[in-house]
């Protein structure tokens, strides 16, 4: 095979104030013509940066590259090859490269797309860019055929749509489109498929893999996802800290990891982590419903015209039945959009139900006033999928935990708050000291594990946890759900469990049920369900999840 990219010694050093981070540190890999290359690692690691190197796109004025080669492979116009280092390029050079030669797909669309512009005016852009020669309406014909290739449906009339009138999904395949317009040599695709759900995962995975083998394309390809790795990956490696601890083909980094991190990664799979027999629920000792849904609706009035008037309805939840017995984890499933997170928030009352019956503990709650819903708010919380979001950023750890205490008449006094609240943050293998702190000063997986703790200040019976490690790295999300299982046992809690990721549904959750289009389709014990999904959707949305592929 031969050889299209050698990174060699690369050092990335980015001027934070005072303070200079190592951001990429003596990192050596290869990536050979039409191959993936994984670069696998947790927040931080270095591996967005490492791409950002190869690319060039680091601002000059807080980045600087003490050490190292990027050796690229370079195909000229009239096809003639040249051996460049990126690192001594002129920008001009760089830009010629940038985007015929190596082109990249971000994480976020919607930040990468410029929303006054059509999708087919970036498309033609870059192809002019990269092709003075070229016509406006051979660029046009161009970028219908890209946006086809990925697989945008009606492409002729969709070019002129603007980025908001696309989904997710869409957005991600013109990313694609834009970045295989040019044929280039080398794509950089940098997290592409974190925000998708499941199904559209699946799909972006196999275009991406048509699209490699149709034109030889070799692909680096960022991630901190195993799944996809075992999907994508030749080769990886695996970075922690600005250095590469282990690479090698995909098989023997999977089932043959050589050093402590690799191994402490895979062991933080939700399919690898140890269960606790006492934790599972039998169907004849179940308890009674705690919880008990009949017949709820959340529509959402579509109104257009001068007047405002409703012309119809979007039926986001429409007409559940539900039941959660005490004790019990049940995990609600389905794709972004299909109703999950507002029928969480229509059982706190956070929304109002359209119609229907919300029972907890053989209260109908829909009929309580707002006054009568405030003792129960201290027996139901949530906890909320960004918590950076939901915690006030001015508020000290010690505020955000004492404050609903006073108001629900928890502790006599200021101090003995003040000393629940450091229990409950050492509960969450969090030090006590913290609740001097505000929220700026945690990382994600601590401020997830701030937002538990404020669940837990009121000893609740029951916790919505929506998404709740949607945006943890894999070993956070294994500290997190062995947590969440602890607490079940030690508090009897019951708790709804939002979610989209399958791996942590089977770990967790003793029922689920899928969700699909405001309707539940398919509910049972989640082993059965996972085994044997009857329901045609659920199959779906089985099939479509990546699993690695261990060699038991």
């Not at 945008?152 to 989904?167: F, K, M, Q, T, V």
């Not at 916790?463 to 602890?486: K, R, Y």
Request: charged residues 25%.
């Amino acid at each position: 095979m031969s050889l299209l990219l050698k990174v060699e010694n690369l050092k990335t050093y980015l001027r934070a104030g005072n303070e200079t981070v190592k951001a990429v540190d003596d990192v050596s890999f290869e990536i050979n013509k039409g191959e993936t290359f994984c670069l696998v690692g947790e927040s931080g690691s270095g591996k967005s940066v490492t791409a950002l190197s190869v690319i060039q796109l680091l601002p000059q004025d807080i980045s600087q590259h003490p050490g190292g080669k990027i050796m690229f492979d370079y195909r000229h116009n009239d096809g003639h090859r040249e051996q460049v280092d990126m690192l001594h390029l002129s920008e001009a050079k760089t830009r010629m490269i940038r985007g015929s030669r190596i082109a990249m797909i971000f994480q976020e669309p919607m930040t990468s797309l410029n929303p006054v512009f059509t999708i087919g005016d970036q498309i033609i852009e870059a192809l002019q860019l990269h092709n003075p020669e070229m016509s406006s309406a051979a660029a046009r014909e161009r970028a219908i055929e890209a946006l086809e290739q990925v697989k945008i449906p009606n492409a002729a009339d969709r070019i002129d749509e603007y980025p908001h009138r696309l989904s997710g999904g869409q957005r991600q395949r013109v990313m694609i489109a834009m970045a295989m317009a040019c044929e280039p040599d080398l794509l950089i695709a940098d997290e592409p498929t974190t925000a998708l759900d499941v199904t559209v995962q699946a799909e972006i995975l196999r275009l991406m893999k048509e699209l490699q083998q149709r034109k030889g394309t070799s692909i680096l390809f960022i991630t901190h996802d195993f799944g996809v790795v075992s999907q994508m990956a030749d080769r990886l490696a695996v970075m922690r800290l600005g250095k590469i601890v282990e690479s090698g083909p995909l098989n023997q980094v999977i089932n043959n990891p050589q050093h402590e991190y690799s191994k402490k990664l895979l062991a933080s799979l939700p399919e690898n982590l140890p269960r606790d027999p006492g934790l599972a629920i039998t169907k004849s000792n179940a308890a009674p419903p705690l919880l008990d849904l009949k017949g709820v609706q959340v529509y959402f009035p579509i109104k257009k015209g001068v007047l405002r008037r409703t012309v119809d309805h979007v039926k986001a939840v429409d007409g559940i039945d539900l039941q959660i017995p005490k004790g019990q984890i049940l995990a609600l499933v389905g794709e972004s959009g299909c109703g999950k997170s507002t029928l969480g928030r229509a059982i706190l009352r956070l929304t109002e139900p359209t119609a229907g019956k919300v029972h907890f503990n053989d209260s109908d709650i829909t009929a309580l006033h707002r006054k009568q819903l405030q003792p129960l708010r201290r027996e139901m919380q949530i906890i909320f999928q960004d918590p950076m979001s939901s915690l006030n950023p001015r508020l000290t750890i010690a505020a955000t935990l004492t404050e609903p205490m006073k108001v629900h008449g928890i502790g006599d006094s200021k101090e003995e708050r003040l000393e629940l609240a450091k229990q409950i943050l050492e509960r969450v293998q969090l030090e006590g000291d913290f609740i001097w702190r505000y929220p700026h000063e945690f990382s994600g997986g601590q401020r997830q594990r701030i937002g538990i703790a404020r669940a837990l200040a009121l000893s609740p019976s029951f916790i919505v946890c929506d998404e709740v490690t949607s945006a943890l790295d894999v070993s956070v999300q294994a500290e997190i759900l062995q947590m969440l299982l602890e607490l079940r046992k030690e508090r009897d809690l019951t708790l709804l469990f939002i979610t989209h990721n399958i791996a942590v549904v089977e770990y967790i959750s003793d029922e689920m049920a899928v969700m699909h289009g405001g309707r539940i389709v398919e509910q049972g014990p989640t082993d059965r369900i996972c085994r044997n999904p009857q329901h045609d959707y659920t199959q779906k949305l089985l099939a479509a999840v990546p699993r690695v592929e261990f060699n038991h």
